[in-house]
Structure formats: C-alpha cells, structure tokens
C-alpha cells in the first residue's frame, strides 16, 4: 500500500498537481519566447500544457460515468503528447536547450503514465457521485393564481 489517501477532489490528484506544475514551468520558458512567436509557438505549448489539467479536472466531474471518464482522459493524454509536440518545436527553434527539452519531456511521458494507469484502473474512480449539495435547491414549478374566477 502507498499510503496515499483517496482523493476527495482532481486537486487532489498527484497527476494534476504534475500537470500545474508542467503548466507554470511552460509559462516560465515560454516568457522568454520571441515576440514573433507570441500568437503561434507560445500559444500553442501554453494551451496544449493547459489543457492536460483541465481535461482532468472535466474527467474527474463525470467520473461517475467510465467510457466518459476514460474518454476526457484520452483528450488529456492527447494534449500531454501535443505539448511533447510544441516542445521539441521549440528545441528545434532554439528557444530551449536540449537539457531543458528532456526534462519537460520526461514529464510530459510521467503525465502520460498516470493518466494511462487511472485509465486502466477507471472502476477505482467512478461509481456513486458524493450527496454534498453545492448550491441551494430551487423550486422548478411554482403555483398560478387563478385570477379569472
């Protein structure tokens, strides 16, 4: 056992806090980025690096229904593979070095693992949604006085 507790939030998901922590590193690089490159290359790996998060975070919100999950986590998987993409653009640019290529890379396959692990071990995170109420209900049909009487 690894003594990790069970997740009560995406946030809580070493896989998401990997993925923050690849998005701000891409922001941090992509600063240093050519002006030229600003509406192509640097929104490109931006985006793509983003969205490994988000689609996770999509993922965990329809966890309760598996082809759903799993398939919000094959997008993410995609936008993990696209960001690997962007990033060797870059090196071929020489916008990054290869040491620094590498070490994105490596995390972007490390990524790439644990979402291919949650995927097949998906019955460990759908199944009954928690009962917590997150907003006060509302009255969907309300009564009509009869004014023609």
Not at 12 to 20: A, E, F, S, T
Not at 53 to 61: S, T, V
């Amino acid at each position: 056992m690894s003594g990790l507790q069970h997740a009560q939030s995406f946030r809580d998901l070493v896989v998401y806090q990997k993925c923050r922590q690849l998005s701000r590193e891409i922001m941090r690089l992509t600063r240093l980025f050519p002006k030229e490159e600003i509406f192509s290359l640097t929104d490109q790996i931006r985006m793509s690096s983003r969205s490994v998060g988000a689609n996770i975070a999509e993922a965990w919100a329809i966890r309760r229904y598996e082809k759903h999950f799993i398939s919000k986590l094959t997008d993410s998987d995609g936008e993990q593979m696209e960001t690997q993409h962007w990033i060797e653009t870059a090196l071929d640019c020489e916008y990054i070095d290869q040491k620094t290529s590498m070490q994105l890379i490596a995390n972007c396959l490390e990524i790439g693992r644990m979402l291919g692990g949650m995927m097949e071990k998906s019955e460990m995170f759908y199944g009954e949604p928690s009962r917590t109420i997150r907003e006060q209900s509302s009255e969907y049909l309300v009564e009509i006085e009869n004014t023609d009487a």
